[in-house]
């Protein structure tokens, strides 16, 4: 969101904004299907949502996550806990009564963005803003400091009421967002990092930074974690590219040996079957439409791959009638045998938003409907998107929740993340907290019989 490393991506985004409002460009493919909400924008925190979805529950941020810039950011889920990631640290919510959740710790850990993500008795934030030191006592620092930290943080989350911090390890230019691949037996887990960069005259993000970071965790003894290799994945890339390097995303899918990473300006596929040496198999672009490449989802069989594009950073108005529904949106690609990427169609939320309010396409994740391809998705101040792509050149929302603008003075709020967790909605809030929504379809009731122990978003598991 405000991150320094990011900003030159987003003045170009912004600058491809502009001609998008201006004259907005028609589909290449199908156009998403037609708005069906109500008419107008919502009042202020005015909330709206289709018949088939509801607000069951909401845990609004609280002491010590409370100050201005004090954002929800990522999630993940673990038997009946929900972590929930923070600007300021990260919250754990028992949600063993998905209507009734409570905060049962809040741990004060600052770093931008602090995504989370867990595994066993272990969770793991990422930091991209450089700190003073790697400790949760540590302030901002000086990206040019020899000693200034980000990277990854290593917390035991065995007593989900009282998080212990265990481990740092400094990554390449920090890390951005992490995706939790399972290693060859159950002693090991690999992280790899995704990171922005680089950044010019500072020693921990040198240019060209055309790679990811792996990071090994030994389960048994979470303390010896480590960098363990830095694969390159835009080494031909051409040389006027190099200022734009790293990922933002990578999602895995290990049952595939396959992994999709959206990386600023490229959607790439990995073969991940040796997991610290992937191969880079393809790599997409689509220089009309997409700007920032934010994220990746496989649909269930792993024959699709749904990339998003973060127009604007998240912070610009980018669901307004003037913008092109290719932009800042979702795109489909059929995955073929061949592993090869197939551009099918574009899906974007059909509810018009205002100016005041930051919109795009943000994290998601399947909604585990057997025999059809169904994702759940925040946009920010749109809402919560429930979308079905399984005709991938015509996909069409079937649910959605959303608010109103935010209180005048407030310019960057609405759902960070949305995921579909044993039957329930939960949305990371970015000022309002946890929300908990239910959804109540035919398309999608199957998915109620499917129970998960545990999920990150970004390491899909087949259903």
Same mark, same amino acid.
């Given at each position: 969101?405000?991150?320094?490393?990011?900003?030159?991506?987003?003045?170009?985004?912004?600058?491809?904004?502009?001609?998008?409002?201006?004259?907005?460009?028609?589909?290449?493919?199908?156009?998403?299907?037609?708005?069906?909400?109500?008419?107008?924008?919502?009042?202020?925190?005015?909330?709206?949502?289709?018949?088939?979805?509801?607000?069951?529950?909401?845990?609004?941020?609280?002491?010590?996550?409370?100050?201005?810039?004090?954002?929800?950011?990522?999630?993940?889920?673990?038997?009946?806990? +929900?972590?929930? /990631?923070?600007?300021? &640290?990260?919250? =754990?919510? *028992? @949600?063993? %009564?998905?209507? $009734? !959740? #409570?905060?049962?710790?809040?741990?004060?850990?600052?770093?931008?963005?602090?995504?989370?993500?867990?595994?066993?008795?272990?969770?793991?934030?990422?930091?991209?803003?450089?700190?003073?030191?790697?400790?949760?006592?540590?302030?901002?620092?000086?990206? +040019?400091?020899? /000693?200034?930290?980000? &990277?990854?943080? =290593?917390? *035991? @989350?065995? %007593?989900?009421? $009282? !998080? #212990?911090?265990?481990?740092?390890?400094?990554?390449?230019?920090?890390?951005?967002?992490?995706?939790?691949?399972?290693?060859?037996?159950?002693?090991?887990?690999?992280?790899?990092?995704?990171?922005?960069?680089?950044?010019?005259?500072?020693?921990?993000?040198?240019?060209?930074?055309?790679?990811?970071?792996?990071?090994?965790?030994?389960?048994? %003894?979470?303390?010896?974690? #480590?960098?363990?290799?830095?694969?390159?994945?835009?080494?031909?890339?051409?040389?006027?590219?190099?200022?734009?390097?790293?990922?933002?995303?990578?999602?895995?899918?290990?049952?595939?040996?396959?992994?999709?990473?959206?990386?600023?300006?490229?959607?790439?596929?990995?073969?991940?079957?040796?997991?610290?040496?992937?191969?880079?198999?393809?790599?997409?672009?689509?220089?009309?439409?997409?700007?920032?490449?934010?994220?990746?989802?496989?649909?269930?069989?792993?024959?699709?791959?749904?990339?998003?594009?973060?127009?604007?950073?998240?912070?610009?108005?980018?669901?307004?009638?003037?913008?092109?529904?290719?932009?800042?949106?979702?795109?489909?690609?059929?995955?073929?045998?061949?592993?090869?990427?197939?551009?099918?169609?574009?899906?974007?939320?059909?509810?018009?938003?205002?100016?005041?309010?930051?919109?795009?396409?943000?994290?998601?994740?399947?909604?585990?409907?057997?025999?059809?391809?169904?994702?759940?998705?925040?946009?920010?101040?749109?809402?919560?998107?429930?979308?079905?792509?399984?005709?991938?050149?015509?996909?069409?929302?079937?649910?959605?929740?959303?608010?109103?603008?935010?209180?005048?003075?407030?310019?960057?709020?609405?759902?960070?993340?949305?995921?579909?967790?044993?039957?329930?909605?939960?949305?990371?809030?970015?000022?309002?907290?946890?929300?908990?929504?239910?959804?109540?379809?035919?398309?999608?009731?199957?998915?109620?019989?499917?129970?998960?122990?545990?999920?990150?978003?970004?390491?899909?598991?087949?259903?």
């Amino acid at each position: 969101m405000s991150r320094p490393r990011l900003k030159a991506v987003l003045v170009a985004s912004v600058l491809l904004l502009a001609p998008a409002c201006a004259e907005p460009a028609p589909s290449p493919t199908a156009a998403p299907t037609a708005p069906t909400a109500p008419t107008g924008i919502p009042g202020q925190d005015e909330i709206r949502h289709s018949p088939n979805m509801k607000v069951v529950a909401n845990v609004p941020l609280a002491a010590p996550f409370d100050g201005p810039d004090d954002w929800g950011t990522d999630m993940a889920f673990q038997g009946r806990y +929900a972590f929930v /990631g923070n600007y300021a &640290g990260f919250t =754990v919510h *028992d @949600i063993g %009564d998905p209507e $009734h !959740p #409570r905060a049962v710790a809040r741990v004060e850990c600052p770093g931008g963005q602090n995504d989370v993500s867990v595994s066993g008795d272990l969770l793991f934030l990422s930091v991209d803003e450089p700190r003073t030191d790697d400790t949760c006592a540590s302030d901002i620092g000086d990206p +040019a400091a020899a /000693g200034a930290w980000e &990277g990854i943080r =290593v917390f *035991d @989350i065995s %007593d989900k009421a $009282h !998080p #212990r911090y265990l481990k740092s390890v400094r990554t390449e230019c920090g890390s951005h967002t992490h995706a939790v691949v399972p290693g060859r037996d159950a002693g090991t887990v690999y992280l790899y990092v995704s990171s922005p960069g680089p950044e010019p005259g500072t020693p921990n993000c040198p240019p060209p930074h055309q790679n990811i970071s792996i990071v090994e965790v030994p389960v048994g %003894d979470p303390g010896k974690a #480590r960098v363990v290799a830095k694969p390159e994945l835009f080494a031909g890339r051409p040389a006027g590219e190099q200022a734009r390097g790293g990922c933002h995303d990578i999602t895995v899918y290990p049952e595939k040996d396959l992994a999709a990473g959206a990386c600023f300006g490229d959607g790439v596929l990995l073969d991940i079957s040796d997991p610290v040496r992937p191969k880079l198999l393809q790599t997409v672009r689509d220089e009309e439409n997409f700007s920032i490449w934010h994220s990746a989802t496989f649909n269930n069989e792993g024959t699709k791959v749904v990339f998003s594009d973060e127009m604007g950073g998240g912070m610009a108005a980018t669901c307004l009638p003037s913008v092109s529904a290719t932009k800042g949106a979702d795109a489909i690609y059929a995955l073929t045998p061949e592993r090869r990427l197939v551009r099918q169609g574009y899906f974007k939320i059909p509810r018009a938003q205002s100016a005041e309010e930051n919109c795009v396409a943000h994290n998601g994740s399947l909604v585990p409907v057997p025999g059809r391809d169904v994702m759940v998705q925040g946009w920010y101040m749109g809402g919560v998107s429930v979308w079905d792509f399984t005709d991938s050149a015509h996909p069409q929302e079937i649910a959605y929740f959303e608010r109103g603008p935010l209180a005048p003075g407030l310019h960057l709020g609405g759902s960070w993340s949305a995921y579909y967790y044993n039957g329930y909605i939960y949305s990371s809030d970015i000022t309002k907290g946890l929300d908990v929504l239910r959804i109540d379809d035919p398309r999608t009731d199957p998915a109620k019989a499917v129970r998960l122990e545990e999920l990150n978003a970004q390491s899909q598991r087949s259903y």
